[in-house]
């Protein structure tokens, strides 16, 4: 709050009343130039806050995202032998089949995001860079999308199991009840491609977050074909299209 108090005597001459108005206007500039100084100062701080901050929940999303990538090792071979029970208990329908017990368990790790959101509804992203910025929100954007994805995919996971609440022996099923769980679990391992899929697409963007599962795993999971040459070409379009994005980013970022 700037406080002006009136000339305590009255002016009685245009010089006098010259001096009292230069001596408020000056006392006016001081005061809003310190008060932009420290305003300046506190955005100042608060930048550094949010980058110091932002670069503590990105080593954690790093830590978790290597974590997603080996839960996605094991357990796709896991809910691709209880999909093979499943199969077989239905083409051997009736008879005595040997089967190896089913396996329901799983672990997931939500990635975070809570400095990212402080910093925007602190609007502390204006006070930053362009280019730092946006590549924040790429970030963020890529994780948003992960997280969704993965609680689809757990949802599909707990439903798939939902069936052994009542009896846990899948061989008491009927064949529609393991047509259906046939089609459940592999709902499930659908589910678990697409996750691997957004931590590949957030690993090309952004390399240090690493491992992450290839292309050609997931192809291999879903039993879907393509050439070396696809692999070439589309590994090929994709880096030319995130470089001409950086490109942009940073040519806006310096012009300013």
Request: aromatic letters at 8%.
């Amino acid at each position: 709050m700037l406080d002006v108090h009136p000339p305590h005597q009255a002016a009685h001459t245009w010089k006098d009343f010259l001096i009292h108005v230069g001596t408020i206007c000056v006392g006016l500039l001081i005061a809003i130039g310190l008060e932009q100084t420290v305003e300046l100062l506190h955005r100042r701080h608060q930048v550094a806050e949010t980058r110091k901050a932002l670069d503590i929940e990105r080593r954690i999303n790093r830590n978790r995202f290597a974590a997603t990538t080996e839960q996605f090792e094991r357990f796709i071979p896991v809910m691709q032998r209880n999909l093979a029970v499943f199969v077989a208990l239905r083409q051997h329908s009736g008879s005595a089949v040997s089967l190896p017990p089913l396996d329901w368990n799983s672990l997931s790790f939500g990635m975070q995001d809570v400095a990212w959101q402080t910093a925007k509804q602190n609007n502390v992203l204006e006070s930053m860079p362009v280019a730092e910025a946006r590549g924040d929100a790429a970030l963020y954007a890529r994780i948003e999308s992960l997280n969704a994805d993965a609680d689809a995919e757990h949802a599909a996971f707990s439903e798939a199991r939902l069936f052994a609440i009542v009896d846990p022996d899948p061989s008491h099923l009927s064949v529609q009840q393991l047509d259906h769980q046939i089609e459940l679990t592999a709902r499930v391992i659908q589910a678990s491609t697409i996750v691997a899929v957004d931590q590949s697409n957030l690993h090309r963007e952004f390399p240090d977050f690493s491992p992450a599962p290839t292309p050609q795993q997931v192809f291999a999971i879903r039993h879907q074909t393509a050439s070396p040459e696809w692999f070439a070409y589309a590994k090929q379009t994709v880096a030319r299209v995130y470089s001409f994005d950086k490109a942009q980013t940073t040519e806006h970022s310096s012009s300013q």
